[in-house]
C-alpha cells in the first residue's frame, strides 16, 4: 500500500507562484508513474502534469510553460511548481501514483493511489 500526502496549497494572487508537494511512502516509488490531478467545484477531474519513472513529463495544454512537474526518488516526492497562477486554476489539487506506469497518464481511473488532495484559490 502507498499512502500520498500532499502539501503546499494555498490562497494566493493571480501572478503569484506556488509549490505543491506530494510525499509518498513505500520502496517501489521510483518505478511508479506520478500524476498531479485538479478538480474545480462542478468539473471533472482532470490531469495537470504527469511524470514517468526516468522522468519523462506530460502536461495540460492550459498549464504548459507555466507550471513544472519534478520527482525526488530519493525523497520519495513528487512537486508541482505552478507560475504565473491564473483565477481560473483554482482547484483541489490530488496526487496520483500509477504503479504499472500504463502510459495512459490523463485517465484518472489509470491510477491505484490518490492523496487527500490540497485546495488552491488563486484570487484576481
Known amino acids: 500500500q502507498v499512502q500520498l500526502v500532499e502539501s503546499g496549497g494555498g490562497l494566493v494572487q493571480a501572478g503569484d507562484s506556488l509549490r505543491l508537494s506530494c510525499a509518498a511512502s513505500g520502496r517501489t516509488f521510483s518505478s511508479y508513474a506520478m500524476g498531479w490531478f485538479r478538480q474545480a467545484p462542478g468539473k471533472e477531474r482532470e490531469l495537470v502534469a504527469a511524470i514517468t519513472s526516468p522522468g519523462g513529463t506530460v502536461y495540460a495544454a492550459s498549464v504548459k510553460g507555466r507550471f513544472g512537474i519534478s520527482r525526488d526518488n530519493a525523497k520519495l516526492t513528487v512537486y508541482l511548481q505552478m507560475n504565473r497562477l491564473k483565477p481560473e486554476d483554482t482547484a483541489v489539487y490530488f496526487c496520483?501514483?500509477?504503479?504499472?506506469?500504463?502510459?495512459?497518464?490523463?485517465?484518472?481511473?489509470?491510477?491505484?493511489?490518490w492523496g487527500q488532495g490540497t485546495q488552491v484559490t488563486v484570487s484576481s
Open positions: 496520483a501514483a500509477d504503479r504499472d506506469s500504463s502510459g495512459q497518464y490523463r485517465d484518472p481511473t489509470t491510477y491505484d493511489y
